[in-house]
């Protein structure tokens, strides 16, 4: 019986870590590299990047609008006048934090859009991560185009 205790006990402070652990926002709110449109997708994180068919501002306004909608998700850093904004999504019921940037860049071919989203714990994210930018990125349908 005091072992089922003590593995209980672990098992919610392990949670409670998950949970209450801080964010430093200057480890997450980081500059983006992309310069040309395309996918990048690991175990843990899930970066695209698009052309997009209005101004900076504007695909930031839409996305940070349609972002801060989105289940569970929170502020971090930026605004759409600093030219990127990050948040943290948390999963439903254990509340692991996935980290997401996004950004409008000049690259070789106009402006672009980075979506960056990243796992915080954990060495497989289940494709969490890529399915939620997917999701936003038709959300906003013509404003970005998709890599060829």
């Not at 205790?5 to 098992?11: P, S, Y």
């Not at 990047?49 to 695909?59: A, L, N, S, V, Y």
């Not at 996305?63 to 999963?91: C, F, H, K, N, Q």
Request: cysteine-free.
């Amino acid at each position: 019986m005091k072992l089922v205790v003590v593995l209980a006990v672990l098992v919610l402070a392990g949670l409670g870590v998950i949970r209450f652990v801080p964010i430093d926002p200057a480890r997450v709110h980081t500059p983006s590299h992309a310069d040309v449109p395309g996918d990048v997708s690991t175990a843990t994180r899930f970066v695209a990047t698009r052309q997009i068919t209005t101004t900076g501002e504007g695909i930031l306004t839409a996305a940070d609008r349609m972002i801060r909608a989105t289940p569970r998700t929170s502020l971090l850093a930026g605004d759409v006048a600093e030219g990127r904004i990050s948040y943290v999504t948390r999963s439903a019921i254990i509340g692991f934090p996935d980290y997401v940037t996004i950004e409008a860049l000049e690259g070789d071919e106009g402006t672009l859009l980075v979506v960056r989203s990243r796992a915080r714990f954990a060495g497989y994210d289940w494709g969490t991560n890529k399915a939620r930018v997917e999701g936003w990125l038709a959300q906003l349908g013509p404003l970005v185009v998709s890599p060829s």
